[in-house]
Nanobody, 114 residues
Framework: QLQLVESGGGLVQPGGSLRLSCAAS????????MGWYRQAPGKQRDLVAQ???????NYADSVKGRFTISRDNAKNTVYLQMNSLKSEDTAVYYC????????WGQGTQVTVSS
């Protein structure tokens, strides 16, 4: 089991960038597939990006070419680099370990607005 803490959210203008970080504590980080999900008000929580323990990545169609997920196993941290942000990217972003039945962070708010 991992404890996950997200950081890096905030307010950014359309077209801007943010980098989210998720620091994990507990054992076995490098064995976990890690993911970022997001949930906008009144909507379900959806997968944004995922990275396997072998560094294979996959992305939601809506963020392909704009977002990049990466991990640093030495720091027990996973990142989400978000570029060319749009208003529709506004949501609470959650870090996840091990899939939807796994471990979750508390979330970090990302607001894209002028």
């Amino acid at each position: 089991q991992l404890q996950l803490v997200e950081s890096g959210g905030g307010l950014v203008q359309p077209g801007g960038s943010l980098r989210l970080s998720c620091a994990a504590s507990g054992s076995g980080f490098k064995a976990y597939a890690m993911g970022w999900y997001r949930q906008a008000p009144g909507k379900q929580r959806d997968l944004v990006a995922q990275i396997t323990r072998g560094d294979t990545t996959n992305y939601a169609d809506s963020v392909k070419g704009r977002f990049t997920i990466s991990r640093d196993n030495a720091k027990n941290t996973v990142y989400l680099q978000m570029n060319s942000l749009k208003s529709e990217d506004t949501a609470v972003y959650y870090c996840n370990a091990g899939g939807t039945l796994g471990d979750w962070g508390q979330g970090t708010q990302v607001t894209v607005s002028s």
